[in-house]
C-alpha cells in the first residue's frame, strides 16, 4: 500500500513565516534565515551548548512576529509601520538617534503646521505609546512560539527582543548579562545582516564597533570584530533556506493535526496585521471547507481547502498598515501594493514542500471567473471549484467584517453582495451556492447572465460539452425542432454564432457546469 507523503516539518513552516516576517520588516525575504546563520556561528565561537543553539535558532525565527500584530499601532505613530522598521536598523536606538528617528516618520505626509502640531501631541504621549507597543509585541511573540508548539524556553527569550545590553532598552530596562546569551546573541546578528548586504563585512564591523557596550553585549561585539571575515565567509551566496532547514534542531514530520495547530496559529497572526480582519482566516477556512463538503469534493481537498483557508492571507504582512488601514480611497500605487498580496503569500508557502497545493490556492484566492481578479487576471478553466471556492468563501466573509471605508454587512446583504458578484460573472454560481448553503444563507441563483432562462442555460452547458442538438433531444426528451429554437435562441441573447464562441461566455459567465 502506498504510503501518503510525509507532512512538512515544523522548522520549514518556521522558516516561510520567517519570509513574511522578512517584509513586514522592510527587508528582503531570508534576512532572518541568513541572520539565522550567522548568529549560529556566533554562537558556536562563543562556546553555546546545542540546547542553547536550538533555542537560539527558533527564537530567531519567530522573534519579530510581535511586530506585525502591532502594526496598526505603529502606522497610527508613524504613518508606514514597513518603512518604520526598515529605518529602525540604522540607528543606535537610544538617546537623540531613537529620537530623530521617530520624529523623522512621526506624521510623515501631513501639511507642515499639521505635523508640527502632531509632533507636539508625539512628545507628550509617543514614547508611553511605544513602550506599550514593545511590551505587547513581546507577549504576542511569546503567544505565537506556544501556539506553534515551540518549548516555553523560546517563549522566555523573547521578552527581551528589545533590551539593550545598556539597559536603555524596552519594555523593562534589563541590562548585561541578566539578558540570555542567546538574545545578546540574536541582537548582534540581526543587525549585523542587515550592514553586511547593505554594506559588506567593513560596514557591518564598523556598526558593530560603533554599537559595541551600548546596544550589543561587548565581548560577542569584540568576537565578532575579530573574527568578522570567518564568521561572514559565504553568507551572502548561500541558500540560505537549504542551509537554514539543514541546521534545524531535529524535528520529525507533523502528524496532521500538529500541522493543523501551527497553520491555524500563523493565520491568526496574519489577521492581526489589522484589527479589521481579526479571526478572518479561521471563519474562511471552516466556511470554504463545508462547502467543499457540501459541493462533493474527497476528504483530502477540503483538508486542503481548510488548510489554505488558515494561510491565504499570509502575504498581507507584505503590504503596509498605511494602505490596509486607509479610509481615503485608494491610489493606483495603493492597489498595485495590495493586488501583490497573494502571490506573496504563494511565493512563501510554496517554499514548504508539504504545502504547495496550499500555496497554489492561497495565490489564486483574489482571482475571478471573468479575469477581473488580481495578481494573475485569469479565470473561467483556469480556475478549479477548490480555487473558485476558497475565492467566494473569502469574498462572503470579507463582507460580513469592517474596512475602514465601510461598515461590516448584515449576512443576507453579504449573501446579496456574493450573488450580484454571480450575476456580473466574477464568482462562481456553484461555489456561491455551496457558501451560502454553508453559511446557512438562502442561496437561490441569481438571474441568469443574457436573460437566459433555466433551460436555456441548462441547453447551453450540453452544446459546451460537445453534444449535438439531437443528442441535447434526446437527453431531455424533447423534440429536436424545440432544441433547434433553444441553441437559436441563446446564441441571439449570447451574441455567439457556434458552440466555440457560446462556449466562452459560459466560461466568463460561471456557466460551465
Not at 442 to 461: D, F, N
Not at 474 to 496: C, D, M, P, Q, W
Request: charge should be neutral; charged fraction near 20%; include cysteine.
Amino acid at each position: 500500500m502506498k504510503q501518503p507523503p510525509a507532512g512538512p516539518r515544523r522548522s520549514e513552516v518556521l522558516a516561510a513565516l520567517s519570509l513574511a516576517i522578512d517584509l513586514g520588516l522592510g527587508q528582503p525575504m531570508e534576512h532572518m534565515l541568513r541572520s539565522c546563520l550567522l548568529a549560529l556561528r556566533i554562537a558556536k565561537a562563543a562556546g553555546v551548548d546545542a540546547a542553547g543553539q536550538g533555542r537560539l535558532y527558533y527564537a530567531n525565527q519567530v522573534a519579530w512576529i510581535g511586530c506585525h500584530a502591532d502594526s496598526f499601532e505603529l502606522a497610527a505613530l508613524f504613518t508606514d509601520d514597513i518603512a518604520f522598521r526598515a529605518d529602525y536598523y540604522n540607528r543606535d536606538q537610544h538617546g537623540l538617534p531613537m529620537y530623530a528617528g521617530m520624529f523623522s516618520h512621526a506624521g510623515a505626509g501631513l501639511p507642515p503646521f499639521a505635523r508640527v502640531a502632531y509632533w507636539t501631541r508625539f512628545a507628550a504621549t509617543g514614547s508611553a505609546a511605544v513602550r506599550t507597543m514593545i511590551a505587547s509585541h513581546c507577549i504576542s511573540a511569546g503567544v505565537l512560539a506556544s501556539n506553534v508548539g515551540l518549548d516555553g524556553g523560546v517563549a522566555g527569550l523573547l521578552a527581551h527582543t528589545f533590551e539593550r545590553w545598556d539597559g536603555k532598552g524596552l519594555p523593562e530596562g534589563v541590562a548585561g548579562p541578566d539578558i540570555p546569551l542567546e538574545m545578546r546573541i540574536m541582537h548582534l546578528a540581526d543587525t549585523a545582516e542587515v550592514f553586511l548586504r547593505q554594506e559588506g563585512v567593513a560596514g557591518a564591523v564598523a556598526m558593530v564597533r560603533a554599537r559595541r557596550g551600548s546596544q550589543f553585549d561587548p565581548a560577542l561585539a569584540g568576537l565578532f570584530i575579530d573574527q568578522a571575515g570567518a564568521l561572514t565567509e559565504g553568507l551572502l551566496d548561500v541558500d540560505c533556506w537549504q542551509a537554514a532547514l539543514d541546521l534545524a534542531p531535529s524535528d520529525a514530520p507533523l502528524t496532521g493535526p500538529q500541522l493543523d495547530a501551527v497553520l491555524q496559529a500563523v493565520g491568526d497572526f496574519a489577521d492581526l496585521k489589522s484589527p479589521y480582519t481579526a479571526g478572518h482566516s479561521r471563519a474562511v477556512a471552516a466556511l470554504a471547507a463545508a462547502a467543499g463538503g457540501i459541493h462533493g469534493m474527497p476528504a483530502d481537498d477540503v483538508t486542503q481547502l481548510r488548510r489554505a483557508g488558515w494561510v491565504h492571507d499570509l502575504g498581507r504582512l507584505g503590504v503596509s498598515n498605511q494602505v490596509w488601514d486607509k479610509k481615503e480611497p485608494l491610489s493606483r500605487a495603493d492597489l498595485e501594493r495590495i493586488h501583490m498580496h497573494p502571490y506573496l503569500g504563494e511565493r512563501i508557502l510554496s517554499r514548504v514542500p508539504g504545502l504547495k497545493g496550499e500555496a497554489a490556492l492561497t495565490g489564486l484566492h483574489h482571482e475571478r471567473m471573468d479575469g477581473s481578479g488580481y495578481p494573475r487576471g485569469i479565470g473561467g478553466t483556469e480556475l478549479g471549484i477548490k480555487q473558485r471556492i476558497l475565492a467566494a468563501a473569502d469574498s462572503y466573509h470579507s463582507s460580513l467584517e469592517p474596512r475602514p471605508h465601510r461598515a461590516a454587512l448584515p449576512p443576507a446583504d453579504a449573501a446579496a453582495r456574493l450573488r450580484q458578484e454571480v450575476s456580473a460573472g466574477r464568482i462562481s454560481a456553484d461555489a456561491a451556492d455551496a457558501v451560502l448553503v454553508a453559511a446557512g444563507q438562502p442561496h437561490r441563483r441569481p438571474a441568469a447572465p443574457a436573460g437566459l432562462t433555466p433551460r436555456e442555460v441548462e441547453i447551453l452547458g450540453m452544446l459546451c460539452r460537445g453534444m449535438t442538438p439531437a443528442e441535447i433531444a434526446a437527453s431531455l426528451f424533447l423534440a429536436r425542432k424545440t432544441v433547434r429554437n433553444h441553441v437559436e435562441h441563446i446564441y441571439t441573447k449570447i451574441g455567439a454564432t457556434n458552440r466555440v464562441g457560446a462556449t466562452l461566455f459560459a466560461v466568463r459567465n460561471g456557466l460551465i457546469n
